[in-house]
């Protein structure tokens, strides 16, 4: 694996597996706890696994944890999404920033988004199965959004029609409004 530490904000990585392949179909080792250890300098373990499947336009986020925060080891398994981080610690110099990346089946990358940090994606694709790891377990109480659309944080999401939200999402509070982390 190879650690990229090309986004705007230094503390979110891009992952690049080694990809094994020939005329059979590949290999790769999508997560190895020593390699990603020594790569990331990271010790936080991996708690809970977690795996979506949606259509066309449908835009999970900006989701995270005000306490029990979350770190998220993302990729796609089929499909392609855009994937965005937000980084909602105030006393960081990216307060406030976001960084988005193409995930998708082919290329394999995978994204570290770290606590401390809203998360979101679109799908781009006719489906999309997302596939993630947590360094906390989910805690609903603590659960907080922002909306996908906020004017402030300017995300440009690469969207031709309006996104499917849930109505969690639809009643997410602006930027401005949100809890954040110190």
């Known amino acids: 694996m190879k650690i990229t530490a090309s986004t705007t904000i230094p503390d979110v990585l891009i992952i690049e ?32 696994e977690n795996h979506s499947r949606s259509t066309y336009g449908v835009l999970r986020g900006l989701h995270y944890q ?15 999404v855009f994937d965005v981080a937000v980084d909602l610690r105030r006393s960081s110099p990216t307060f ?11 290329n394999k990358k995978q994204f570290w988004v770290p606590e401390g940090f809203g998360h979101g994606f679109v ?8 596939l993630y790891l947590t360094t906390d377990y989910y805690a609903p109480q603590h659960e907080r959004a922002i909306i996908w659309n906020d004017t402030q944080l300017g995300i440009e999401w690469p969207l031709a029609t309006e996104p499917l939200l849930s109505e969690k999402d639809k009643l997410a509070v602006t930027f401005a409004d949100a809890e954040v982390y110190s």
């Open 66 to 80: 005000i306490k029990q925060a979350q770190g998220k080891l993302v990729r796609v398994i089929a499909g392609e």
């Open 17 to 48: 597996p080694q990809v094994f392949g020939d005329e059979r179909g590949f290999f790769y080792e999508s997560f190895n706890q020593k390699r990603w250890q020594e790569q990331t300098g990271l010790t936080r373990p991996f708690v809970q």
């Open 123 to 130: 799908v781009l694709s006719e489906v999309a199965e997302f």
């Open 96 to 106: 406030g920033q976001w960084t988005g990346i193409h995930l998708n089946a082919e």
